[in-house]
């Protein structure tokens, strides 16, 4: 069922699409943040409830009887990549972009993407901030907006470290994804990273825009803040994605070092390397972090920080080192 939806007008240069799952307690700020955008006309908000049931639903249908740009579409809980796909079908607009609902976007976020969009970019890209428990902090690629080459987009997303997957931090022409690209129902994770790099493969050039014009909620209970064996399982699923994105980067001819893979395992031994839920895998992460020992030392995107613990993960180190630390904190 959809509420606010009006007959196709050819105006429409962007389309967001917000998923929304039982949400109710962050909606509002995040609908309030889409409100304020300038150039009514041309752009729509694509919202798909996703089966709430915590009054998210009837406060999506109020909003949208107040402000026509609301499209809401109800359907049955498919989970999140079954919402995007939805939203991406229903959409109008030349471009999309993606909020997720309880985060916002900066109440000059269209004003700084719009001139890209005139001009007729496939792909723009800009910084995030992320907050919560009383803390902001912001993520920038670079220190001045610039147009990023083919090639160093791909091996930045191979990379995965200035730049991630993230849907929320760019706007993509609608062309792209084509009647193929979507997202899998068999993540409820990862589902961006899954898709991004075939995604944006054909782009010549992106746009990147040096400007935090997002703001993503940190927030205990959202899927990404699983916390547990849950997280143990995203990682898990993130090296696994990983190895399909190189796999599909080798068929192009680029032969990027495996850095994403490393940081994941890394990050994976050091947080759960005691965990039961990996002692199968455990040996097989490790050899591959000693096998790339010199990939990760003279690597300059690591620093520091991840190489210290690559050497105390790699070799075992980690378990005693974070044993000591705790009974020091008990004493």
């Not at 799952?21 to 009514?40: F, G």
């Not at 800009?126 to 220190?143: M, P, Q, V, Y």
């Not at 935090?212 to 699983?226: A, E, P, Q």
Request: proline share 2%; glycine share 6%; charged share 30%.
């Amino acid at each position: 069922m959809k509420q606010g939806i009006e007959e196709n007008n050819s105006s429409i240069k962007l389309s967001i699409i917000i998923p929304v799952y039982n949400v109710a307690a962050y909606l509002n700020d995040c609908l309030a943040s889409l409100m304020i955008q300038p150039y009514e006309s041309e752009m729509e908000f694509v919202v798909v409830d996703d089966g709430s049931t915590d009054g998210s639903a009837e406060l999506l249908d109020e909003v949208a009887l107040k402000d026509s740009r609301f499209h809401v579409i109800h359907q049955m809980n498919q989970g999140v990549s079954a919402a995007r796909n939805k939203g991406l079908d229903e959409s109008r607009g030349k471009y999309i972009a993606w909020v997720d609902s309880d985060d916002m976007i900066t109440p000059d976020w269209y004003v700084s993407i719009r001139p890209y969009i005139m001009k007729g970019s496939e792909l723009i890209y800009f910084d995030l901030a992320t907050f919560g428990a009383g803390k902001r902090r912001e993520h920038s690629f670079d220190r001045n907006s610039r147009v990023i080459s083919h090639d160093e987009w791909c091996k930045e997303l191979s990379y995965d470290l200035k730049l991630q997957s993230h849907l929320c931090s760019k706007v993509f022409k609608k062309k792209l994804f084509g009647e193929t690209i979507r997202f899998s129902s068999s993540y409820s994770y990862c589902e961006d990273y899954q898709i991004m790099h075939r995604l944006t493969f054909p782009v010549k050039e992106v746009d990147y825009v040096h400007k935090v014009l997002y703001l993503y909620r940190n927030r205990r209970g959202s899927i990404v803040h699983v916390g547990g064996d849950g997280e143990i399982d995203n990682l898990m699923t993130a090296i696994q994605l990983w190895k399909a994105r190189d796999a599909f980067f080798r068929e192009q001819n680029l032969l990027f070092e495996p850095i994403g893979r490393l940081r994941l395992e890394l990050e994976l031994l050091w947080r759960f390397g005691r965990s039961l839920k990996i002692k199968g895998e455990k040996h097989v992460f490790r050899d591959d972090l000693r096998k790339n020992f010199w990939t990760i030392m003279r690597n300059p995107s690591l620093g520091m920080k991840r190489k210290v613990k690559g050497l105390l993960t790699m070799y075992g180190l980690d378990g005693p080192l974070r044993s000591l630390w705790e009974c020091a904190k008990k004493k």
